[in-house]
């Protein structure tokens, strides 16, 4: 998570004891409220210091303050609180940005338990959700589709069978909207991560050098499991240029991450030096 000071969240309950002061809300027609409240919310966006400080936090306390239908600052009012970590701080604030505006943040909501929180169920049951919000679309938080994401948390839960459907309905939709290279590399690496948990090697080879060829093999994680498919199918020498490769990329940080949080099935070092000692032993047996 990021290490940015707690208290400063903590000094925004003092901070406003003292919003709207020079502001008689009462007085301001309900258009003024709305102006007032977007001239807030985009003096907090253009501050160019720590977010969660007080002087951002107060003013986009002051702008849902001022106006509650500015759902905009009613969400960003919890991103600092996320991002530390705080879910008994970070969920009642976004509860409040579902409920005003559920079209746009329903399916955000489930991003966030899936990527922050790893609660696939809630998750699962916010893309689902989202579907009957926009029948004529599909949402896409973080700019990936509800399948993509439904892919993951499926695959978090080891429904490996149900992984694959949604990979690949998502892989389908985009490749006949725009083609199959403008869909997410990402998607065949999980998919070929879910094959292979399911034993399905010669399917999950297929993922896997797809996911290779659109990442250019800069990918420690796609010559991981391509040693990983390759020692299990006896193949001691090609597994070994394979782990080469990923050790390689991964010493260049070419692995699959996030900024805040560990990724499902997040490779690391020991990852790699376990799977080199097994192609090891397979050449020393050979």
Not at 63 to 71: E, G, H, L
Not at 124 to 152: C, E, H, M
Not at 166 to 188: K, N, Q, R, S, V
Request: proline share 3%; with cysteine; net charge negative.
């Amino acid at each position: 998570m990021e290490k940015l000071p707690k208290y400063y969240l903590s000094l925004l309950l003092l901070a406003t004891l003292f919003i709207s002061c020079g502001n008689d809300i009462s007085k301001m027609t309900a258009e003024e409220r709305k102006q007032q409240s977007l001239a807030l919310y985009q003096e907090a966006e253009s501050l160019h210091i720590g977010q969660g400080s007080p002087a951002i936090m107060t003013k986009l306390q002051e702008a849902a303050a001022m106006d509650p239908t500015n759902c905009d600052a009613v969400r960003e009012l919890s991103v600092a609180y996320l991002k530390r970590g705080m879910i008994d701080e970070w969920k009642p604030k976004f509860d409040k940005a579902v409920a005003c505006n559920p079209k746009i943040w329903v399916p955000w909501r489930g991003y966030l338990y899936l990527q922050f929180y790893r609660d696939y169920e809630k998750a699962i049951a916010d893309f689902n959700a989202s579907d009957t919000l926009t029948l004529n679309f599909k949402d896409a938080p973080q700019g990936q589709s509800v399948d993509y994401w439904r892919g993951i948390a499926y695959l978090g839960l080891i429904d490996y069978e149900t992984s694959v459907a949604y990979f690949d309905e998502y892989i389908e939709t985009i490749t006949a909207e725009t083609g199959e290279d403008w869909a997410e590399p990402t998607a065949f690496l999980y998919k070929g991560i879910a094959l292979f948990k399911d034993n399905q090697l010669t399917e999950s080879e297929k993922a896997i050098d797809t996911y290779l060829k659109y990442t250019r093999g800069v990918t420690a994680d796609g010559h991981y499991y391509k040693a990983a498919l390759l020692l299990k199918n006896g193949y001691c020498e090609a597994a070994r240029k394979s782990i080469l490769l990923a050790t390689s990329n991964f010493e260049a940080e070419n692995f699959y991450k996030h900024d805040y949080t560990e990724v499902l099935h997040q490779l690391y070092a020991e990852d790699i030096q376990s799977l080199s000692i097994q192609i090891d032993n397979c050449l020393t047996i050979k």
